[in-house]
């Protein structure tokens, strides 16, 4: 709270933090010696088994104690980069330890050595305290004590565990009380934040019982009102979205596809949207093609942006589906649509493809190949992520000029990662913004520079001219804003290039979801799809727009600037989004606020039915 203390705005608000964090605290406290307690009083007095239970409890609470410690000793580098306590994400890295250690070594080396300080100190005194605790040499209640103090520490512990007699124990959601996610978290301690959104993922398709509730029929009106459509489109009753769509334009062969999804690229560093000067190769790039001035991203991880770039999926507060296990085969992919035209798909990393599932995601759901680090030979430059955005262009290039020399279409989906924590790259390729070298500023900059280098090869190439491409950020980089979803965190560049494509400055309101339909249109290929995106070559140039954007738990549904945000077991919130600031306001109409209920229980219904593919049938 001291250290946050910027962020806190009154009196009332820090008693209100200390009350909540101390019903939190001793709700985990609760969790932790509850049921030991009763077991021990249970099993006093009977020789052996309450010796090898003794030496079991302090190996309990040993463990425990340490884990306390270890979490609030990694919180403050968790929070200065997410800002946000520990969450799922923690436990998702721990998943993938060659990338996020080699991240730590390379990038937090004090934040790793005092951490593992701290542990080591802890587990020795941790160990030598409970080892002189002994509860079978203490005095031992009388037989008949035991039932009475049972059922008194068995109601202590479930109440204080609880901390509420209400329906629902205590939450996160519930000691939530400011438009701040930082503060609201401070409430909470790091173990109980993280063994919280553990339990959350064992059950996340029915999270969206989070929002407010809307009959299924209801929601599925919502969205086919959103989508613009004539009823006649939709071509199915049992997948409630798949529908036709008629491309605006069309070839003799369809153009080839590839979409550069650059990582953690906001807005703020992209000068041409206004932001830092860092980006003048994309900038360069800007009067040659399609430019979405005012694009937004689903989320704020890699896996939300793809999930809604390559499957055109609405996001919702659990992981992407990119991740989720009901997704991993028959879910719609561009690769999947495109390969019953003939396409070849493939997807293309500088580094391991196993990183957040996307090898078995893609090779589940329609992508034929995938090359990654290990597919590179002798590549100039590898850290942590792999190899850097200019050996993975090259290659990418190298790729696209072997597939064009047949007369199959091609689908490309090419990941970059040199702007990734701890921001490696090779010496002396651009003029350093600012130093150390290693900064996200820098790595932005050398990351703008390879995609410089790859239009540089490509358009001295013979598939260019047959080629639609995409340029769009997967995300923004972290946020510290204390908003109830920073929006303008959210605000990242797309561009489509290509011959053909007319220059334009698109000042509409679009998010990632919109990109998959409109390129289809641009490739000339009239498909049936489940995607409710829109095609933005058919949209009128006075459409307002939409953007929806995933935030943790919050989701914010934006349509010019009024702004609906949805919070777990909360009322809907309504504000104006004016000068890159929410400003609460009743002006919103009932209309919004039903959409913005429609869209994320649609993404959890559709992913727990199985309803978001298309026919397996030839066209």
Not at 46 to 64: E, F
Not at 561 to 568: A, D, S
Request: aromatic letters at 12%; a negative charge; glycine letters at 6%.
């Amino acid at each position: 709270m001291t250290w946050q203390a910027a962020r806190i705005d009154s009196t009332d608000d820090w008693m209100t933090l200390l009350g909540f964090g101390l019903r939190i605290d001793i709700a985990s406290i609760c969790f932790i010696v509850g049921i030991p307690a009763v077991i021990s009083l249970f099993i006093s007095g009977i020789p052996y088994i309450n010796r090898v239970w003794d030496a079991l409890t302090r190996i309990w609470l040993t463990g425990a104690f340490v884990m306390v410690i270890f979490m609030e000793a990694s919180t403050p580098a968790f929070i200065d980069e997410y800002s946000l306590r520990p969450n799922r994400l923690f436990v998702e890295y721990l998943l993938y330890p060659k990338e996020v250690f080699s991240m730590l070594i390379e990038g937090h080396k004090l934040t790793l050595l005092l951490t593992f300080l701290i542990t080591i100190s802890t587990v020795i005194l941790a160990y030598k305290f409970f080892r002189k605790q002994s509860i079978a040499n203490k005095p031992q209640p009388k037989w008949f004590e035991r039932p009475v103090l049972m059922a008194i520490v068995l109601v202590l512990a479930f109440l204080g565990a609880r901390s509420s007699l209400q329906h629902r124990a205590i939450n996160p959601s519930y000691t939530a009380f400011t438009n701040d996610p930082l503060v609201n978290g401070l409430t909470l301690n790091s173990t109980y934040s993280l063994l919280y959104a553990v339990s959350e993922m064992a059950d996340e398709v029915s999270s969206l019982e989070l929002y407010p509730n809307m009959e299924q029929g209801k929601v599925i009106t919502e969205i086919h009102k959103a989508m613009r459509l004539d009823k006649d489109q939709f071509t199915s009753t049992d997948y409630p979205t798949l529908h036709k769509q008629i491309a605006t334009q069309h070839f003799d062969r369809p153009k080839n596809l590839v979409i550069i999804l650059e990582e953690s690229l906001g807005a703020q560093f992209v000068g041409s949207l206004g932001g830092l000067p860092l980006t003048p190769e994309y900038d360069k790039l800007v009067p040659e093609g399609w430019s979405f001035n005012k694009l937004y991203a689903t989320g704020t991880r890699s896996v939300r942006g793809i999930e809604a770039v390559v499957t055109g999926f609405v996001p919702t507060p659990a992981r992407s589906t990119v991740k989720l296990p009901n997704s991993q085969t028959d879910f719609f992919t561009l690769a999947k649509l495109l390969g019953q035209y003939g396409y070849n798909s493939n997807f293309i990393y500088g580094g391991g493809a196993h990183f957040d599932n996307m090898k078995s995601f893609f090779l589940g759901n329609g992508f034929d190949s995938i090359i990654e680090e290990k597919d590179f030979v002798n590549p100039e430059f590898v850290g942590s992520w792999g190899v850097s955005d200019e050996d993975l262009f090259s290659k990418a290039n190298q790729d696209f000029v072997e597939r064009s020399k047949t007369d199959q279409p091609f689908f490309s989906l090419v990941f970059s990662s040199s702007n990734h924590d701890p921001y490696e790259f090779p010496d002396n390729k651009i003029e350093l913004y600012n130093t150390p070298k290693n900064t996200r500023e820098n790595a932005v900059k050398y990351a703008d520079h390879a995609v410089g280098h790859f239009f540089e090869l490509a358009k001295k190439e013979d598939y260019w001219k047959n080629t639609v491409f995409l340029v769009v950020a997967d995300h923004d980089a972290r946020t510290r804003r204390s908003e109830l979803v920073p929006i303008p965190n959210f605000h990242i560049p797309a561009l489509i290039l290509g011959e053909g494509i007319k220059s334009k400055q698109d000042n509409r309101i679009v998010s990632q979801i919109d990109l998959a339909p409109t390129l289809l249109s641009l490739i000339g290929v009239d498909s049936s799809h489940p995607m409710i995106g829109q095609d933005m070559t058919k949209a009128p140039d006075n459409y307002i727009g939409r953007a929806i954007m995933q935030f943790n738990q919050n989701q914010a549904y934006m349509t010019g600037n009024q702004v609906v945000i949805l919070q777990p077991n909360k009322p809907a919130k309504t504000f104006l989004y004016e000068n890159t600031s929410l400003l609460p306001s009743n002006k919103v109409g009932i209309e919004i606020i039903n959409q913005a209920i429609a869209h994320p229980l649609l993404g959890t219904w559709l992913y727990s039915k199985k309803k978001y593919d298309i026919p397996k049938v030839e066209y």
